[in-house]
């Protein structure tokens, strides 16, 4: 591999979407030798077969012990890598692990090199954190609204309310009560369940 | 004030004293507040132990050891005041393997030294038929399952890095890896062989404890810095994995420590598989032939909790029969003192006390162990990748 070569890395993760933002990612910075593999069986000749000189892996994935024989000197192991950071380095595997992302460096390639890979890797291993919270809070919140659908058809049908009246009712119920407005629905459904 | 402390660990039955120190609130009645952390691999078990994101962790022992040594990783001193288990690991092969070395045998079935010599000729008779070379895998290049299968099979003429393929796998990824014929067999800790038993797809071939009685296996793990800077909850933590650990073997209790340790949030199977675990009575094929021994697992029993320097020492002289680490006198003063009896005597005064003053190892093959001469004891066998100095 030449000085200037854009160096191959091979993004090993099971979630298509957090490896498709990072290969993104990679590309966008000039990186253009980016492999996924997202499928774990036989991970370690597949890793042989695309000799990549990156393996960035994330640290939900079982598999990552799989990577640690590669630095060990059997038959099995055709090229050796080595950890990505020196041992003066540790705020770089504190930023790692609290990111959820591990990086190795193959045989060859220099640790300089990898330092601006893993900056990235971790960038957007935590915007897609957050990505992945606003989601959730996003379905959370399309579950309340069906919820508090539910209960106002209830409150409809029992106390003769129009769909306003039932909904004021519902908030001002939680704002006395202190509670979110999907608790107090979710209390109703739960009664009406009871008392049917 | 209550101490609060995150404590990771890897679904196994052999996290029991420490599962069973957090649930049955005695971590709580020592003034502490322990979240535990479950992981799925040792890779993360140890970084973030080493960073400081876990106080304390359910650690592979060899682990411990590499870590302070800098082996493989970066180098951070670890302190073991308690052993949370030993042994626990069985052999178990695919049908098809355990056929041929039944067809191979000379001598007993359950005798390592005849089976290690039926698998050098199931390896040989492969070699000439230009059959691919037999996979094995374990669970991570530093662990006791490596070094047993390497151990057993060295023993019989098989030399682990040339003969066959030795490979890491996850535990959770042993039984399908062996339906799926990737490998021929593996050594891993409970509940994962009985798990491949159950499904049909393997049989154990020997318990952990037939290659060695004695071996130390995962041990609660403490970065040596914090240990320094917190002796007070080291000691309670002690106190507390140590009354867990009597806890368990008591016979009236194991229905229930069984129960705790199948919720999912600890290790999440059966709980008949993890009583019969604990118990030592697991069944080794798929017939429903049952095996006991009742030093499978030891968790509370002779002595097992007070780490042993002559363990870390054994397992020194593994990583290097195995070209893992170079033989010095540093690198073993450096492996003993990760083993600390000295804490948990501190912990736990008289109600410690070993009931005996040495314990062997205790290995199938090669001479009595030595502590003070590993490099000798190690010329005694024949295959190894000692790194001459």
């Given amino acids: 591999m030449g000085a200037e070569s854009s160096p191959k890395i091979a993004i090993v993760?099971?979630?298509?979407?957090?490896?498709?933002?990072?290969?993104?990612?990679?590309?966008e910075a000039g990186y253009t030798e980016v492999v996924r593999i997202g499928e774990m069986q036989s991970l370690l000749s597949r890793i042989y077969a695309l000799d990549p000189d990156v393996i960035v892996i994330d640290l939900e994935n079982p598999s990552r012990d799989i990577l640690e024989q590669m630095f060990q000197v059997s038959r099995a192991v055709r090229r050796p890598i080595a950890m990505?950071?020196?041992?003066?380095?540790?705020?770089?595997?504190?930023?790692?692990?609290?990111?959820?992302?591990?990086?190795?460096?193959?045989?060859?390639?220099?640790?300089?090199?990898?330092?601006?890979?893993?900056?990235?890797c971790i960038?957007?291993?935590?915007?897609?954190?957050?990505?992945?919270?606003?989601?959730?809070?996003?379905?959370?919140?399309?579950?309340?609204?069906?919820?508090?659908?539910?209960?106002?058809?209830?409150?409809?049908?029992?106390?003769?309310?129009?769909?306003?009246?039932?909904?004021?009712?519902?908030?001002?119920?939680?704002?006395?009560?202190?509670?979110?407005?999907?608790?107090?629905?979710?209390?109703?459904?739960?009664?009406?369940?009871?008392?049917? | 004030?209550?101490?609060?402390?995150?404590?990771?660990?890897?679904?196994?039955?052999?996290?029991?004293?420490?599962?069973?120190?957090?649930?049955?609130?005695?971590?709580?009645?020592?003034?502490?507040?322990?979240?535990?952390?479950?992981?799925?691999?040792?890779?993360?078990?140890?970084?973030?132990?080493?960073?400081?994101?876990?106080?304390?962790?359910?650690?592979?022992?060899?682990?411990?050891?590499?870590s302070s040594l800098g082996l493989g990783h970066i180098k951070v001193p670890i302190v073991a005041p308690f052993?949370?288990?030993?042994?626990?690991?069985?052999?178990?092969?695919?049908?098809?393997?355990?056929?041929?070395?039944v067809s191979e045998i000379d001598g007993d079935p359950f005798d390592p030294t005849a089976t290690a010599k039926a698998l050098s000729r199931v390896v040989a008779t492969r070699r000439t038929n230009g059959a691919e070379p037999l996979t094995f895998g374990m669970t991570f290049p530093f662990s006791t399952h490596n070094y047993q299968l390497r151990f057993w099979m060295a023993a019989g003429g098989v030399d682990p890095d040339e003969d066959v393929r030795l490979v890491v796998l996850p535990p959770p990824f042993m039984a399908d890896s062996i339906a799926g014929g990737q490998i021929d067999g593996f050594c891993v800790g409970a509940p994962w062989n009985s798990i491949a038993v159950d499904r049909g797809v393997g049989r154990v071939l020997h318990f952990g404890s037939d290659i060695w009685q004695r071996a130390a296996e995962k041990v609660l793990a403490i970065r040596q810095s914090w240990c320094a800077k917190n002796p007070q909850i080291v000691a309670a933590l002690v106190r507390a994995a140590h009354r867990a650990a009597e806890f368990i073997e008591q016979p009236q209790n194991r229905f229930e420590v069984a129960r705790v340790l199948a919720r999912p949030e600890y290790v999440g199977v059966d709980a008949e598989l993890i009583l019969r675990t604990l118990e030592g009575r697991l069944k080794i094929s798929a017939d429903?032939?049952?095996?006991?021994?009742?030093?499978?697992?030891?968790v509370g029993r002779q002595d097992a909790p007070r780490p042993d320097p002559v363990q870390a020492a054994w397992l020194y002289a593994q990583m290097v029969r195995w070209?893992?680490?170079?033989?010095?006198?540093?690198?073993?003063?450096?492996?003993r003192s990760v083993f600390r009896p000295d804490l948990y005597d501190r912990a736990l005064g008289s109600e410690g006390r070993p009931t005996r003053a040495a314990h062997p190892v205790g290995a199938f093959a090669g001479p009595a162990f030595d502590p003070e001469d590993i490099a000798g004891h190690l010329a005694s066998f024949p295959i190894g990748r000692q790194k001459p100095r």
Avoid: C
Wanted: charged share 25%; hydrophobic share 45%; net charge negative.
């Fill in chain 1, 13 to 27: 993760d099971e979630s298509p979407i957090r490896a498709a933002i990072l290969e993104e990612g990679l590309r």
């Fill in chain 1, 84 to 120: 990505f950071v020196d041992q003066s380095d540790t705020a770089s595997i504190q930023a790692s692990v609290d990111a959820g992302v591990s990086a190795y460096i193959v045989d060859g390639l220099k640790k300089e090199r990898l330092k601006p890979i893993l900056d990235l």
């Fill in chain 1, 123 to 196: 960038s957007r291993f935590n915007a897609f954190s957050r990505l992945q919270d606003e989601l959730d809070r996003t379905k959370s919140a399309l579950e309340d609204r069906k919820v508090i659908d539910r209960a106002k058809g209830i409150l409809m049908k029992l106390k003769g309310l129009n769909e306003e009246e039932a909904y004021v009712l519902l908030r001002s119920t939680a704002m006395r009560e202190k509670k979110k407005i999907g608790e107090i629905a979710q209390s109703i459904l739960t009664a009406s369940e009871l008392l049917k």
């Fill in chain 2, 1 to 66: 004030m209550k101490e609060t402390l995150q404590i990771g660990f890897i679904p196994l039955i052999d996290a029991a004293a420490l599962l069973v120190a957090v649930d049955k609130g005695f971590t709580a009645a020592e003034g502490m507040d322990v979240t535990l952390v479950r992981e799925v691999s040792w890779s993360n078990v140890r970084d973030k132990l080493n960073i400081g994101l876990f106080d304390a962790a359910h650690l592979l022992a060899p682990v411990a050891i590499a």
């Fill in chain 2, 83 to 101: 052993n949370l288990g030993l042994n626990g690991n069985a052999i178990t092969v695919s049908s098809a393997l355990h056929a041929a070395i």
């Fill in chain 2, 288 to 298: 429903g032939t049952v095996r006991e021994s009742a030093r499978y697992l030891v």
């Fill in chain 2, 323 to 335: 070209g893992q680490a170079e033989m010095s006198s540093e690198g073993l003063a450096t492996a």
